[in-house]
């Protein structure tokens, strides 16, 4: 594929035969950014660029058995240097390393804001001033700034239509260039080729200055530079054309993160992912949400929240070098901006006040988003001593527009109410009070007198920071009344400063240098554009109460966009009162780095800290392109997050006090992510990368390999920390996420913890009654058994120190009670595993009066006086037989890694034993190493499924004779099928979660338990109290509700292609039904999956909220109560996802007001629930508490 007729070839994305060069390292010698510069522009979701050769040699062609040569294009080659070039210019990393080898010698002849400039950001400003002359002279200003019909062919060939795959992989901004013309109208749609007016430049600059938010001053002053120092008569404006393209990004960005698009029915068009206008025809074309976003549930929306947030950010600088209005231009200043997204966030605050329908819910939504972009980018704006203190916001024009916020959106006189509210949050993190712990002994005492000096406290304590939009508006707040209140230097930084040009007056030999000043008209911003309307959300906000429905706000979720806070280290001190008591702490420190991150970082210095954490994470995520190359890494994205550690006044210079202890901060941030992660197992995929488990643990381990003589002993503490003070407050999810993270963090680091630490936890592991920190440690353990091949015998021996109570408390009390198996039981083993006896024969067996007598010294007679003996165990005794026979190679093994366990537990405890256990696996178990259980199961279950139908069946008969009065027929099989259920639960370890939940989603596969009796079994319908429910059974009822939906839209398309005597068939009309309303049958799927899902759901909550007024506590919470409502929570997330996901996505006409409609239509809606919750009668206070959270 050429770019002309002279055939000069593209740059294939496997190929790096483009050797480049130069000063900034974008052909062959560059690291931070070569792999990730292609073309001209950002990649979704946070302008990563893909391009130059990487240290990891050249590649080959992707087809290597072709004899053909392949030239480059030079210009290609060149623009491709361009971009490596932008995006390393700013880098921090690279900046430091600079800024340490320069002397003295740069401050001579220069003015006092450069000698005043930090060391780094002088680095910058001199990687700017250099690119500027390379892109500004006279040679190269033809090539590289070329804009309008000029652009050159190899920026229009990139993104041509023909090379769409290639073309993916410029970004958004370039994949906004589908048209060859200036500007055409189609279907009275007027389509704007935006990149093709700004030009190559612009469009990079723009696409790295959403892109990468560290960096974002030096496009600013890139900006700057370039404008002054182009050729005026052929390329002026410059700054005018990057302003343009960064408004109508932002205009599409704003649509995108706020849900924005055309009602159904409106128009021939719908708003694409890149904010393009596409016809009905190409929406196929459109790339799926699992490709954009990895799998996460709602990248669209936050990937354009994050681009809005540093488009913002780069306007605020260019505001301040004087580019932009401040307040001159009216509503189409700087100011003018920040007012109307104000307006626009209070209109739709006001219009979903106290509202519960799904579309005013939706208009909450967007005034938050809307509210933490404006909060964002105000500190960015506001005026400092760097720049003379005259440009950007004032302090009392940015408290105004605080002022306005926290009113009506945010603050405490406005509706607002956190999602991670402690107790009352559905996706809260911590409790409203503290778990009724078992204590060690002589604990008891100091928690009562604790206890009461924090009730006496707990009365004038200010309303909690629960999330991170609220630790923003309080950020905010505090610097606007002491900009003294943060040590955070990117607020500050101007490189642009560290720019000169040549002086007017030209009488000297030697021209004289000034500061560069931008001397052209100051520019205003445009968000709608007139006729180009390129923001539709905004205009449709500030007109809402006379707003037509021809454009709809459908913000579904705040996930990614507001995060939990979680404060795992000392605040600082805000004053001198507790002197005695900081004394007392400074006697006790023995790690310096925690004591100056706990004493030298304010509350705006952590926020600022952790909001910079977030945003690395999120723009350089690792991703995989279109043509399967993959960007960034976990090392990588590490190696940005420590770069944040330049960010800090004093940082750069000789003294490190500035950035000391700064790892405890950033391990504060990551862990406060992890537990707060989408649950394993859950059914649901993670709302965003910074919901993914795996990514931050990835990201949190290749810190350790970078510093590892900083942030091990931070994650000690932060665990420690953790552990003794927060383990009783946190909800279930949260604790099981911390214990998932360690398990994987030790695993891949050989096991490396402190030995006092296992032996400090394991007392709480050995209690006999369920408690907090017990249970972590259980988990951690358990799931470090998971991620081994050997199971609990690799943490015996590698992990846990020599004789811990650990193994016996964790792994052995677990073992199965060696009792002894009966010859019947044997036979049946023997018949169905050895021998591959024909299931028929055993259905016949399993049935027969014959196995009655044989079997019958084993059976006790039913007790008429027992209420319900249909679950008894007893009753179902062929079926309990014949499971356990049937999972017989699951117990087999659990007894065989108990075994091996307590072996190694045993010799590494012995004086003189070694942890070589080569020798140790029995010889005489039998079991082949390449067996694999799970999927040798999975095909006996549907081979042998008529051996346990038959088996329920037989049993259900017997009970049904012996019964004295009528029996229900569908409660009596489904007490056998609970019967199967329990029988499994006894043979799977319990640390085995994977092979439990496996085995379940096989036998409802092969219709041998029904959903309901999974979430029956899963809630123990045959006990009285909820002790005996597992913290995961939420997880297991989601998991049967998925089945569930699934079944019956399954159903619902087998119908409706049907011919009569089960025969189906595939209909290709060829598109001629395309006119056919589909309404109908998307209403009729999303009814029948309501039918499905809803009394799984209904019989769970009634069921848990039953389970959780049998317990009594006057002021701890239980902590199966705890589970209990943390349960109900998440399986009401749970469901509503699935509902969403599979009756509702597949439509473009429904939308979640469809969902709450059918929910009312069949009294299962939220208000139904709630009054369900609230009408249970307790006596426990906890408990009414709990009880009303979860309502």
């Not at 953790?722 to 604790?735: G, K, Q, V």
Request: hydrophobic letters at 35%; aromatic letters at 6%; one cysteine or more.
């Amino acid at each position: 594929r050429g770019y002309n007729n002279n055939n000069r070839h593209r740059h294939h994305p496997y190929r790096r035969d483009d050797h480049g060069g130069g000063r900034y390292g974008g052909g062959g010698g560059g690291r931070r950014h070569n792999d990730r510069n292609d073309g001209g522009g950002g990649r979704r979701g946070g302008g990563r660029h893909h391009g130059g050769n990487n240290n990891r040699g050249p590649r080959q062609p992707a087809n290597r058995f072709t004899t053909e040569t392949k030239s480059v294009d030079p210009q290609y080659a060149m623009m491709k240097q361009l971009t490596a070039m932008v995006a390393k210019m700013g880098d921090l990393g690279g900046a430091a390393e600079v800024a340490a080898t320069m002397g003295d010698d740069v401050n001579n002849n220069s003015e006092a804001a450069v000698v005043m400039m930090r060391p780094v950001v002088k680095a910058i400003g001199m990687n700017v001033s250099d690119l500027v002359e390379v892109l500004c002279g006279p040679q190269n200003a033809q090539l590289f700034l070329k804009f309008g019909d000029d652009e050159s062919a190899a920026t229009t060939t990139a993104n041509n239509d023909d090379n769409n795959e290639e073309a993916n992989e410029g970004g958004d901004i370039a994949a906004m260039n589908l048209n060859d013309g200036e500007a055409k109208e189609e279907n009275d749609v007027k389509v704007i080729n935006a990149t093709k007016q700004a030009g190559t430049l612009s469009t990079l600059l723009v696409s790295c200055a959403y892109g990468l938010p560290l960096q974002t001053p030096s496009y600013a002053a890139l900006t700057l530079g370039v404008d002054v120092k182009a050729p005026k008569e052929t390329h002026a404006g410059f700054a005018g054309r990057c302003v343009d393209l960064a408004m109508r990004c932002l205009g599409r960005d704003l649509d995108m993160a706020l849900e924005c698009r055309v009602a159904s029915g409106v128009g021939a068009h719908a708003k694409g992912d890149d904010g393009i206008t596409i016809g009905e025809n190409d929406k196929d074309n459109v790339r799926c949400l699992a490709e954009r976003t990895g799998g996460c549930g709602n990248g669209n929306q936050i990937d354009a929240y994050y681009r809005a947030k540093f488009l913002l950010r780069y306007l605020a600088y260019l505001t301040k070098i004087g580019i932009v209005a401040v307040e001159d231009g009216g509503d189409q200043s700087f100011l003018g901006l920040l007012q109307m997204l104000a307006q626009a966030a209070t209109n739709a605050a006001h219009a979903s006040a106290n509202s519960n329908d799904e579309k005013k819910r939706a208009l909450g939504r967007a005034s938050r988003v809307l509210a933490s972009l404006i909060l964002s980018v105000l500190p960015y704006a506001m005026n400092n001593a760097n720049d003379g203190g005259e440009k950007g916001l004032s302090s009392d024009t940015i408290s105004d527009l605080v002022d306005v916020i926290e009113s009506n959106v945010v603050g405490q006189t406005s509706s607002y109410s956190s999602d991670y509210d402690p107790g009352t949050g559905p996706l809260s993190i911590l409790l409203k009070g503290e778990l009724d712990d078992a204590h060690l002994a002589g604990e008891m005492e100091e928690e009562e007198e604790d206890e009461e000096e924090e009730e006496e406290e707990d009365g004038d304590q200010p309303a909690p920071c629960a999330d991170t939009l609220q630790d923003l508006l309080r950020t905010v707040r505090k610097l606007v009344s002491s900009s003294s209140s943060t040590r955070f230097a990117l607020l500050g930084d101007s490189p642009w400063l560290a720019l000169t040009m040549d002086a007017q007056s030209s009488s000297m030999e030697e021209q004289e240098k000034v500061p560069m000043e931008y001397s052209g008209e100051q520019l205003v911003l445009d968000l709608v554009g007139g006729e180009e309307d390129r923001c539709k959300s905004v205009p449709y906000l500030l007109s809402i109460d006379n707003a037509d429905d021809s454009v709809e706000i459908i913000c579904r979720s705040l996930d990614g966009v507001v995060f939990g806070r979680l404060a795992i280290f000392d605040a600082p001190s805000e004053g001198g009162d507790d002197e005695e008591d900081d004394d007392e702490e400074d006697a006790e420190e023995t790690n310096p780095n925690l004591e100056s991150y706990t004493k030298s970082y304010s509350l705006g210095d952590r926020f600022f800290l952790a909001d910079a954490i977030r945003d690395v994470l999120m723009c350089h995520r690792p991703m995989v392109s279109d043509a399967g190359a993959d960007r960034n890494n976990a090392k990588e994205v590490a190696e940005q997050v420590w770069s944040i550690s330049h960010l800090f006044l004093g940082a750069d210079s000789g003294d490190d006090s500035s950035s000391k202890g700064i790892e405890f901060g950033i391990i504060e941030t990551l862990i406060s992510l992890i537990v707060q992660c989408t649950p394993q197992g859950s059914g649901m995929p993670s709302s965003s990368p910074l919901n993914e488990h795996v990514y931050l643990s990835r990201v949190l381990l290749e810190l350790t390999k970078l510093k590892p003589s900083l942030i091990p002993q931070a994650i000690v503490l932060a665990v420690s920390g953790m552990f003794e003070d927060f383990m009783p407050s946190l909800t279930t999810t949260a604790r099981d996420n911390l214990g998932h993270w360690l398990s994987f963090h030790l695993t891949n680091t050989d096991y490396q913890w402190p030995k006092s630490y296992w032996e400090h936890w394991a007392p709480y592991a050995a209690i006999d009654q369920r408690n907090s920190r017990g249970d972590f440690v259980a988990v951690a353990l358990w799931s470090m058994a998971t991620l081994s091949p050997e199971g609990p015998e690799t943490v015996a021996r590698e992990c846990l120190p020599a004789g811990t109570s650990l193994v016996q408390s964790v792994f052995l009390n677990h073992k199965r009670s060696n009792v002894d198996v009966s010859s019947t039981e044997t036979d049946l083993i023997n018949r169905i595993w050895d021998t591959s006896e024909d299931p028929d024969s055993i259905r016949q067996h399993i049935i027969s009066d014959e196995l009655l007598e044989s079997y019958g010294s084993t059976i006790r007679s039913i007790d008429d006086n027992v209420d319900n003996s249909m679950s008894q165990p007893k009753v179902w005794w062929r079926t309990r037989l014949a499971t356990r026979a049937l999972f017989h190679p699951v117990s087999r093994e659990n007894t065989r890694m108990i075994s091996l366990a307590e072996k190694a537990w045993k010799k590494k405890a012995s004086a003189d034993g070694d942890n070589d256990m080569e020798d140790e696996h029995p010889a005489e178990d039998g079991r082949d190493e390449t067996e694999d259980i799970l999927a040798d199961l999975s095909d006996a279950i549907a081979r042998f499924k008529p051996v346990l139908l038959a088996a329920v069946a037989r049993d259900a008969d017997a009970c049904d004779s012996e019964a004295t009065g009528k029996v229900d027929d569908d409660k009596l099989l489904m007490a056998g099928e609970v019967s199967i259920l329990s029988e499994i639960g006894s043979l799977v370890s319990a640390w085995d979660s994977t092979a439990i939940f496996s085995l379940i989603e096989c036998l409802m596969k092969n219709q041998i338990v029904s959903s309901l009796a999974v979430a029956t079994w899963a809630l123990c319908d045959n006990a009285d109290e909820s002790t005996n429910v597992s913290p995961q059974w939420w997880k297991v009822v989601s998991l049967a509700v998925n089945k569930a939906i699934t079944d019956a839209l399954s159903k619902v398309e087998s119908s409706s292609t049907d011919l009569g005597g089960g025969i189906g068939m595939i209909i290709d009309d060829g598109g001629a039904n395309d006119g056919v309303d589909s309404t109908e049958a998307d209403v009729n799927r999303l009814d029948e999956a309501l039918k499905a899902a809803v009394p799984i759901l209904k019989y769970s909550l009634e069921r848990a909220c039953h389970l959780l007024s049998t317990t009594n506590s006057p002021k701890k919470i239980p902590i199966a109560a705890a589970d209990l409502a943390e349960g109900m929570k998440r399986l009401s997330r749970a469901a509503l996802f699935q509902l969403s996901s599979l009756a509702l996505s597949p439509s473009p006409t429904l939308t979640l007001s469809n969902l709450q409609r059918g929910l009312m239509s069949i009294d299962a809606d939220g208000e139904k629930l709630a009054s369900a919750c609230q009408a249970v009668e307790c006596d426990g206070e906890q408990e009414k508490k709990l009880l009303q959270h979860v309502a």
